[in-house]
């Protein structure tokens, strides 16, 4: 098929490449110029595993990108992957999305034929069908259903394997406001149907509220377990142990079991709290959610005073090992690791911050953290340092015995549970174990 794609982030990128791997022509419709520059030059404008080789193979024959929204004309249907960011009461903030939607409608107005337009980014109950359809219909002069099609396909993917997670998912949920719109997208999604794929289709309400319903219990099930790896920590348990026996219930698994320092990232807290705000705008009280975002936002106090019990902070010297948001991928939203540095600055302490891809970002995309002390690697952050704490779990991590004997004092406390030799340690405290 001829696909355009609106937005290049994680989600547009990802998807982009991957359907041209698959043998489809895609185009990339982004505002951003240099990414744009960056993407037909055949470099991947962001860090994911898979990505990179995927543009480079395929960037000038089934794949390029452009700001001209004109190029919608010549393809048959064109995902919507824009960011929905949340206000500060948690509600969604629909600019980028209503913006397009228009600048796509006037572009279709001018199209011969039909066209599918699919809502691929992250969107409340409604929000298809009550604002994208109905911007897009106006602007094209089309009214859905008379020659353009309107369908909500949420995606699941993580950040540092999103690529295989496009490529070999559990299942593809479609809501789709036509039989044939449907139809279109079970022929798009064929090959991950034929490896085992569940083909789900429903309503484009039903569709949209699967997200945030698939977010918000595994954002609950880690904040559980962390709230069970607490209370072990309490009890001088160790909750991985425990933890682990739990899991062999099968109606528990052992996914997401890992207790520690919590969720971060781009999809589990504006999910969670999307669906607060909506809830609460439909008059109901999500107390549940509410506690499983208070336990979450719990964690990174807990590791400081942690480390508080081993080193005086007061003008100390802590590295910080990890800043992404979760390992192979330099995404740095509401990544634990920055409140960790949030809380040893208000305590006093000087921080020396190293992370093997997302140092970059950090200081150049967060000015509050410009001033921030970044280390070439880990040994370099661990030198002379009165403490460390872990706050990624990056494999390089599991072999720092031989950095630790750079330290002033060779005290780490875990976040994550990296696999190292607690021997070569002065002190090791685990979060919660």
Sequence with gaps: MNVSIVGSGYVGTTIAACLADLGHDVTNVEIDAETVDTINAGESPIHEPGLEERIAEHAGTRLRATTDYGAVRDTDLTFLCLPTPQHDDGSLDLTAMRAASESLGAALAEKDGDHLVVVKSTVLPGTTDEVVGPTVSEHAGTPIGEGLELAMNPEFLRMGSAVDDFLEPEKVVVGATSQAAADTLRTLYAPMCDRGAAFVETGVREAELIKYANNA?????????????????????????????????????????RSGLGWGGSCFPKDV????????????????????????????????????????LEGARIAVLGLSFKPHTDDLRKSRALDVIDHLRDRGAAVV?????????????????ADLEYADSAADALENADGAVVATDWPEFDDLEAALDGMAR?????????????????VYDGLTW
Excluded: C
């Design 273 to 312: 709290n999307a669906l607060r705000a909506g809830a609460r705008e439909q008059g109901y009280e999500p107390a549940l959610l509410d506690a499983v975002v208070r336990v979450n936002d719990g964690q990174p106090r807990r590791l400081v005073d942690l480390l508080s019990n081993h080193v005086n």
């Design 353 to 369: 911050a190293y992370d093997p891809v997302a140092a970059d970002s950090l200081s150049k995309r967060y000015p509050e953290y």
């Design 410 to 426: 060779k005290v780490l406390v875990d976040g994550r549970r990296i696999d190292i030799d607690t021997d070569a340690l002065e």
């Design 217 to 257: 219990f595994l954002a609950s099930k880690v904040s559980l377990v962390n709230e069970l790896g607490n209370i072990a920590k309490a009890y001088d348990v160790d909750a991985y142990e425990v933890l682990e026996a739990v899991g062999l219930d099968d109606r528990i698994s052992d996914q997401f079991m």
